[in-house]
């Protein structure tokens, strides 16, 4: 088991310095910051000056080198915009950031998979057609549609929630409703059908005739069967929703992680856009490596397989 | 000798789109304390559904349409969903015919023989569960039960899953138990050992036991009585000696003509020539006529009614029956 993680965590660490390769290469072809930071009647020298302080002067690989000995400090450069520290920017923004798409996977998760389950256990109940309607919504439109449909709707007609801006629960539960629809319809559709599935396998007729209350046989037996892809699914939106995130924190002036990013790649501000995609490669390995503890939690299979 | 099990004219349908089928179509018949009713028939001929029905446990596709289970003198269709659910697993137990399906592969095989201890006996704590755990699966033999008891289902054979199978269903100490092929999926080696620990836990309680199997062999050796069925429909039942010496129906009598006598264990029955009839799809008269050698044309008209023989002992359901005036 202790192997099989490390082996898991190696991995990860070679998908980041591969993520590290392709965005240093990736953010110099887009421009660069001499030509944009600097006024038009700059002469070639200035320019030259200006590429020799921020280090972009030297050929790729040196520079490469001198961020991987940086990552190794926990140095990820200056900013060239802001002259502080980019992982600092990077780490401030993120929390805000995990704020929303942790409570729109919340969301996602506290809704979708309840609504799931019922509407397994009783096809063509309440639930299911409430379920099936629901889906169908959250995944006939993107997330900023909805984050404007329910400005206009909850703040500016009924005025019962802010419009936007950065707060607690009241400023937070429109976008995180807005940006984790999506993903709860999703996550609705494949719990139902995992479960609609496990509830005809002869371990739930078992349960059954075991004389279990229905309620063990759904939440226990079936529920622990069917989790599996539900879980690897839920895991895999979190990509979605930080990305779907960068909308949505623009339509409610959200202080994220996304904004800065667009803005970093806009400004050129190579160091800030290196210390944001190194953040968010961590932040997915460690996702996923709790999903595979998961994993190994739930099925015993995969415990004493490795 | 106490009659633990009467189930009377039970009628199950398949309810689909165009009308609605029936696929166990009056059945009835009744087990005793301490006695084996052996169920044979062809694939389809509602063997399993019969079993179902009288836990109650039927697919969604199929809904229970008319007759009684009386169990213990009580009639479960009459029984509230919550009586149902103390009856199972508690009162009458249930083996499935896969042991490497029927066991959950999540959890530890103690904590699944211990949950009928729990919900049926109101015993908690994981301790006193995996104690109760650990006394049943040594009444099911399994070796070394108390370092075991932790070991989840894919840590076993299939013998040793059917064994636990059974643990969870004769924990609680039931009357009946109906054990629905329970080894055809098992090793030939494994089949009598399953079959002698069920003989083992039914003397030791004098509990009523269903056995269904497409082995006659087996019905001969483990069974008291025999029930044949054909089409959704008991043809011929009674003592098995009686029946298997003496098969009345045409349907009976192709069965054990099938069977090689010096073979040990039978092969599947399907020896007959032609096709069992698929629920609903057939006429009104006999579901064995369009197969059978000696069809008369009221056989394909009229069904023919159970007759009784051999003071009560048999009964018959034939227009020509072998031996008796038809
Ligand atoms: N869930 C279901 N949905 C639709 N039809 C079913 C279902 N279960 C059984 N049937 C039908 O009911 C009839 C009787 O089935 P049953 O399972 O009782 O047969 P069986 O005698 O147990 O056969 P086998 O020896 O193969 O186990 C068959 O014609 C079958 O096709
Ligand atoms: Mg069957």
Known sequence: MVSYILRRLGAGLATVLLMTIIIFIIVRLVGDPAHLMLPPEATEADRDLFRQQLGTADPLFVQYLRFLGGLLQGDLGTSFRYGVPALGIVLERLGPSLYLTGTAMAFAVGLGVPLGILSAVRPGGVADQAGRLFAVLGQSAPPFFFALLFIRFFSVELHWLPTGGYGGFSHVLLPALALGWYSAAGLMRLTQANMAEVMDAEYIKMARIKGLPERVVILKHALSNASLPVITFAASQFGILLGGAVSIEAVFSWPGFGKLIVDAISQLDYTVVQAAVVVSAALFILINLVVDLLYAFIDPRIRYGR | ?326
Request: charged residues 20%.
């Open chain 2, 1 to 326: 000798m106490s009659e633990i099990l009467r189930v009377e004219n039970l009628t199950t349908r398949l309810s689909a789109r165009d009308g609605s089928a029936a696929a166990v179509d009056g059945v009835s018949f009744s087990v005793h304390a301490g006695r084996t009713l052996g169920l044979v028939g062809e694939s389809g001929s509602g063997k399993s559904l019969t079993c179902l029905s009288i836990l109650r446990l039927l697919p969604p596709a199929l809904s229970q349409a008319g007759g009684s289970v009386w169990f213990k003198g009580e009639n479960l269709f009459d029984k509230s969903p919550r009586a149902m659910t103390a009856i199972r697993g508690g009162q009458i137990g249930m083996i499935l015919q896969d042991p490497m399906t029927s066991i959950n592969p999540l959890f530890t095989i103690g904590d699944q023989v211990g949950e009928v201890f729990r919900y049926h006996r109101g015993v908690s704590g994981r301790r006193n569960l995996w104690a109760r755990a650990v006394e049943t699966l040594r009444r099911v033999h399994i070796p070394a039960a108390e370092e075991r008891v932790g070991s989840y289902p894919h840590q076993f054979s299939g013998g040793m899953r059917q064994r636990i199978a059974i643990g969870m269903n004769v924990g609680c100490e039931p009357d009946l138990l109906i054990a629905d092929e329970p080894t055809t999926a098992l090793d030939v080696t494994i089949r009598l050992q399953i079959l002698s620990l069920l003989r083992e836990i039914q003397a030791a309680r004098g509990m009523a036991m269903i056995l269904v199997t497409h082995d006659l062999h087996l019905v001969s050796r483990f069974c008291d009585e025999v029930a044949v069925m054909y089409g959704g429909r008991i043809v011929e039942q009674g003592p098995v000696a009686r029946v298997f010496n003496d098969p009345a129906h045409p349907y009976t009598k192709g069965l054990i003509g099938a069977v090689p006598k010096i073979a040990r264990h039978a092969e599947r029955l399907a020896v007959i020539p032609g096709q069992p009839p698929l629920a609903g799809e057939h006429g009104a008269g006999c579901r064995f006529a369009p197969r059978c050698a000696k069809a008369q044309p009221r056989c394909f008209s009229h069904y023919p009614d159970d007759r009784r023989f051999e003071d009560d002992r048999r009964a018959v359901a034939c227009w020509v029956p072998e031996g008796l005036p038809s």
